[in-house]
């Protein structure tokens, strides 16, 4: 999806509507081709990967009840992503707010109904939550995709004529493969990162899974911002309009800055009283104030970090994006984590976020100064 939506915004600036086309076409058929694809990888890896987490059998029994509806309908959730990045591609962020917050609400709404059957609702425990999720999925779907042909007048599909184009589906993963590699490298890291808290305590592996709960907050709005960042450096670097990219980066950059630092405050005055919402236990208090705490203290860098990050897929150079969270979680953050991990104190891993954040913005900054010289430099005034 975030190869469609460079090449896309990319071809509009170029005034190409053919291949606006295309680029649209061929990324729904991808979207399909992928939930097929990983609709079979679960069946066979959602047990392996519940049984290599924990050894509790009723946590892996109520995962594997919520995953198998959550992979059996996660058609809605794979269409629904491509479909709102082609609406964000031609500018029109503000009706994928829409597909997703009614999606969100929509789920919210079900949960406790279909959970715990209040009203005319039968109970349905955790296959009720994943069916809350799914449905939520679906109805961003279509709502995405009614706005995409009512409104999404750039792009003009052509589906009873439409074929798979190698060439098409070559320049979208071109951008695309290094932002999939970018997400997967950040799941890896979860993972190992639960079991290197895990030789501690499971308290520890909660206090992580609500501070990734919390910073969802404070980062979503960095990555939406980000988001509609894309199209507009891409559009005018199609245009080759130097002054408007360069606005672009900066007030981006300024903006992501803002909301980290008030998070970053908020993190730090009030972490008892966040972890609180929660019903932290006073042992989970004792590892998670500390915890974000420190973690707070990144913020900054990684607002910087999101937003490079960005503009190395407007460029169709995403491949930058891939080696600077390499460096930032692989090569930093996991081996810092277990070194730190050997002082014995729970603590201290959270400072593996630091250093990694340091050396996330060694990488960014050089590759911003590259893409700088090669492409935007050269560009008219």
Known sequence: ???????????????????????????LFLAVCSFIAFFVIGLFCMHPYLTSQTADS????????????????????FSAIML?????????????MYSQT?????????????????????????????????????LSMCLSFIFNVKIN??????????RPD????????????????????????TYFLNLILGSFSSTAIAVYGVYFKLNSFIFMPVFGLNNGMVPIIAYNYGARNRKRITATIRNGLLLAMGIMLFGMALFE?????????????????????????IIACSFLGAALGITFSSVFQAFGNAVYSMIATFVRQIVALL??????????DVNAIWWSYLIAEVVSIIACIFFMHRIYKEKIEPLSA
């Open 1 to 27: 999806a975030v190869g469609v939506n460079a090449l896309l915004s990319m071809r509009l600036g170029q005034k190409k509507q053919d291949e606006v086309n295309a680029a649209a076409e061929n990324g």
């Open 58 to 77: 009723e946590i892996i029994d109520f995962g594997m009840e919520y995953l198998n509806v959550v992979v059996l309908g996660s058609f809605g959730m």
């Open 84 to 96: 709102d990045r082609l609406l964000q591609g031609t500018g029109r962020t503000v009706f994928t």
């Open 102 to 138: 009614a999606g969100a609400l929509t789920n919210i709404i079900l949960d406790p109904l279909l959970i715990f059957g209040i009203g005319p609702f039968p109970r349905m425990g955790m296959t009720g939550a994943a069916l809350a999720t799914v449905i939520g999925q679906w």
């Open 153 to 162: 007048t750039e792009i003009q599909f052509r589906f009873s004529r439409f």
């Open 166 to 189: 190698a060439l098409v589906i070559k320049q979208i993963y071109k951008v695309g493969v290094p932002s999939i590699l970018l997400n997967s490298i950040t799941s890896v890291t």
């Open 269 to 293: 005055l009030f972490p008892a009283q966040l972890l609180g919402l929660f019903d932290a236990s006073p042992a989970m208090l004792a590892i998670g104030v500390p915890a974000i705490r």
């Open 335 to 344: 081996p810092a984590a277990y070194l730190l991990s050997l002082s014995g």
